[in-house]
């Protein structure tokens, strides 16, 4: 019984550390589609974006939930003569509050050094895009370090990982940070900051650059980007980070094979996920047609 | 570039800094640990060597990210200074020796790779990729040391637990400096302030690990998270003044000029 | 696993990992739905899958050597089908283009010049957006990230067999479980940025020109990976 809860329990978990993890790095516009915020200025769309690049989501994500792991872990042996599930809450929290001051530090850092490298194109540096954007960004980071640390205390608990919390937290931090980036951002890259393009194409390389600068009311800010983006783009990510761990959890309650079972299983779930690939291919070939200009 | 080339500091210069200073954080703290404050200052020059040479390597464009950079770079020295957890202790005199320069060896060759097989044609792969590598290695050297380097019988908790963190935090201090001043106007003033602020920044989380660690680091990580503060304010203080100089215009809230 | 054999082992593991990055497609403009492959850079998302497959191949390592490896190769695999998946789902009703290979397209792939789908027979040429260099990731893409998922998981796993077959005596077993974990991990990102000097940032998988270069990587990351290998197994096993 307990690894089957163990696998609900990090399904859930996983599922919504997806959510915040995408709405944190289009928050603070991180990772690919930063690349587009950084041309804009050299193709005269001044911007009121929060510029927070830290660095690829991958290791920006992995330094947060380590961060917050590895404090959890050394707090909660202290804490030990409580009741384990408070102690491993409490100290979790502790944890993800210590990462957030490093998010909210290295993001303030990135932010201000970007724009002044940007004096060339004469990019103002507006002090409230960085704080209205920042305590938003703060409290999905705060939320993803969060649920990444209790699903490493689930995956080290119940699902018996033999790795220590800590690297746990680094691995999936590194895998979540890669999913958020390669499903999540193409809703941030490819539509919202480029809602003045037509739908349905993607953006040449030759309009790369040429951002949306106006919002729904006035100049579009950071703040706007996770209100659009977590009707879709993270719920995507959410689901196929989500899936990554329920699934591979759920591989391992099945015990008809000994230790193969597991792999048995898995491989059926990758043709599954083939043959659902391969049908929404069709779908949209049948449904869009070829592209007309 | 609007740096004037005549006031940059060379990869060679910063490493050198980098390694003599390191080496004697690293011993000092072996010698006692007392002087873990201290060994605290010595060890932000490698910091500064690192985020160099992730500069100097990641400007030239290689096909893959700033961070990608960073990460490998890590990876090596942090790799390497691990493997000091399984030398025999009688053979403990071989540390971080070994570990520096294996990571200085392991960086060489994948530059001497890059350069040779892979053929990328630019100047500094070489020096740069070691002087990374060897810089991080003799980051995550001070940490291990700073950690466990203490009487082992008081420990609570084992020191692995604090691998991942060293590997990614000193991943973030070395790669961010340039990936966070990225844009036509970087300079390699701003990007080494930057550096030290974010170094002063790791070593601070570290000495937070440090009181959580054990009770008889206590002593150890308050101290080393008020030097490091003193640090961070310094340097922000001196990061903010070139800010200053090279940003276009600060404005509290305003729109961008019309263009439309 | 005597002490020698790991050390090969290593080096087999590093070289599988640097191979596998030529085979995920991977291209950063993906984001933008501008390029064909998985919207984010070569070396990053072989690390996540990498991780993916080290995660639960921890799970099986007392029921020996073969299951270890399966396990990181279906985890790995799993992870990058799941990505396509859910990067396929952005781009169709996020962005409203179907998937459709740039390279194949425009007559330049590995199979000839023709501009259909090897595996799905899908003439890819209509549906790009003109300026862009593909979106999505077709059929087959998909292939051929499932392939290389396979051989990098497996060279993980290896690679974390192999450390732990190292460490196993000279350390208790709970940190000998975490040691090895991070080293391979710190081996699999090693190796995994050598093959994206190769390949500049972008590349469609198996059916890419770009494979062709698959021998620099392999000489590289061999030598590399015999580097690394020789000093972890002095470390260990001679002083």
């Known amino acids: 019984m307990l690894p089957l809860l163990g696998t609900i329990l990090a399904g859930l978990l996983a599922f919504l550390a997806g959510i915040f993890e995408d709405s944190e790095s289009n928050a603070g516009s991180a990772s690919n589609p930063n690349s587009q915020v950084q041309l804009a200025p050299q193709i005269g769309h001044r911007h009121r974006y929060f510029n927070k690049a830290i660095s690829g989501e991958p290791p920006a994500n992995a330094l947060w939930a380590t961060t917050a792991a590895t404090v959890a872990v050394l707090l909660a042996a202290k804490f030990e003569v409580f009741n384990p599930v408070y102690s491993v809450i409490i100290s979790s929290v502790i944890g993800a509050l210590v990462s957030t001051l490093l998010l909210g530090l290295y993001g303030i850092f990135s932010h201000i050094s970007r724009i002044a490298s940007m004096k060339t194109f004469k990019q103002t540096l507006y002090w409230d895009a960085l704080y209205s954007a920042l305590p938003l960004d703060l409290s999905f980071g705060f939320l993803t370090a969060f649920s990444l640390t209790l699903l490493s205390f689930t995956a080290g608990m119940t699902l018996d990982n033999p790795f220590s919390v800590p690297l746990i937290a680094f691995m999936l931090g590194i895998t979540i940070g890669t999913i958020g980036s390669a499903t999540g951002d193409i809703h941030y890259g490819a539509e919202r900051l480029y809602q003045h393009h037509t739908f349905g194409s993607g953006i040449p390389i030759a309009k790369q650059g040429d951002i949306d600068i106006k919002g729904e009311y006035g100049y579009r800010n950071s703040v706007d980007t996770p209100y659009f983006t977590l009707r879709f783009g993270a719920i995507i990510t959410a689901f196929a980070f989500g899936l990554l761990i329920f699934l591979d959890s759920l591989s391992r309650v099945f015990v008809f094979s000994g230790a193969w079972s597991s792999v048995i299983v898995t491989f059926g779930m990758i043709l599954i996920i083939f043959i659902v690939t391969v049908l929404l291919e069709k779908y949209t070939r049948d449904r869009y047609g070829p592209f007309v200009r | 570039m609007s740096t004037e080339s005549n006031k940059e500091f060379t990869s060679p210069q910063l490493y050198l800094i980098a390694l003599v200073l390191g080496m004697i954080a690293i011993l000092m703290i072996k010698f006692s640990h007392s002087l873990t404050p201290v060994a605290v200052i010595l060890i932000w020059p490698a910091f500064l060597c690192g985020a160099n040479a992730v500069r100097q390597v990641a400007r030239y464009g290689l096909g893959t990210g700033t961070s990608s950079i960073g990460y490998w770079g890590t990876a090596v020295g942090a790799t390497m200074a691990f493997t000091s957890q399984f030398i025999n202790p009688a053979y403990n005199f071989v540390s971080p020796y070994f570990e520096i320069f294996g990571a200085l060896i392991v960086g060489a060759v994948t530059g001497i790779c890059a350069q040779k097989i892979i053929k990328m044609k630019i100047p500094v792969m070489i020096r740069d990729s070691a002087v990374l590598a060897s810089s991080t290695a003799i980051i995550a050297m001070f940490f291990l040391a700073m950690l466990t380097e203490y009487s082992a019988a008081v420990f609570t908790l084992d020191a692995y637990i604090i691998y991942p963190l060293i590997y990614i935090a000193i991943t973030l201090a070395i790669l961010h400096p340039f990936n966070g001043s990225m844009g036509a106007g970087e300079n390699q003033r701003r990007t080494l302030r930057l550096s030290a602020l974010e170094a002063s920044m790791t070593t601070g989380l570290f000495g937070l690990i440090a009181i959580l660690f054990s009770e008889a680091l206590l002593l150890t990580g308050v101290s080393v998270i008020l030097v490091s503060m003193a640090g961070f304010f310094i340097f922000a203080k001196r990061w903010f003044a070139a800010v200053k100089e090279d940003t276009y215009e600060f404005a509290w809230t305003g729109y961008p000029p019309a263009e439309h | ?104 397209a425009s007559g330049q792939s590995m199979p000839g010049k023709s501009t259909k789908d090897v595996i799905s027979g899908w003439d890819q040429k209509p549906y790009i957006t003109p300026g862009t260099d593909g979106h999505g990731m077709p059929v087959q893409t998909h292939i051929s990230g499932l392939i290389g998922a396979v051989i990098g998981g497996t060279g993980g796993a290896l690679v974390l067999f192999a450390v732990y077959s190292l460490l196993f005596p000279i350390l208790e077993q709970d940190a000998a479980f975490t040691i090895s974990g991070i080293i391979s991990a710190g081996i699999f990102l090693i190796n995994s940025v050598l093959p994206a000097y190769t390949l500049v940032g972008k590349t469609e998988g198996m059916f890419d020109q770009k494979l062709r270069r698959t021998p620099k990587t392999l000489v590289s990351c061999l030598i590399v990976s015999t580097v690394i290998a020789i000093l972890i197994y002095g470390a260990a096993v001679v002083i």
């Open chain 3, 1 to 104: 696993m005597e002490p020698i054999t790991a050390m090969l082992a290593i080096i087999l593991g590093g070289v599988l990992v640097g191979i596998c990055v030529h085979f995920i497609p991977a291209s950063a403009t993906g984001a933008m739905s501008a390029a064909t492959g998985i919207a984010t850079g070569p070396s990053m998302l072989s690390a996540g899958a990498g991780m993916a497959g080290i995660l639960s191949a921890a799970y099986s390592m007392d029921s020996g050597l073969a299951v270890v490896l399966a396990s990181g190769a279906s985890a790995s695999a799993l992870m990058i089908s799941l990505t396509i998946l859910g990067g396929n789902i952005a781009n169709a009703f996020g962005t409203g283009v179907s998937p459709a290979s740039g390279q194949t």
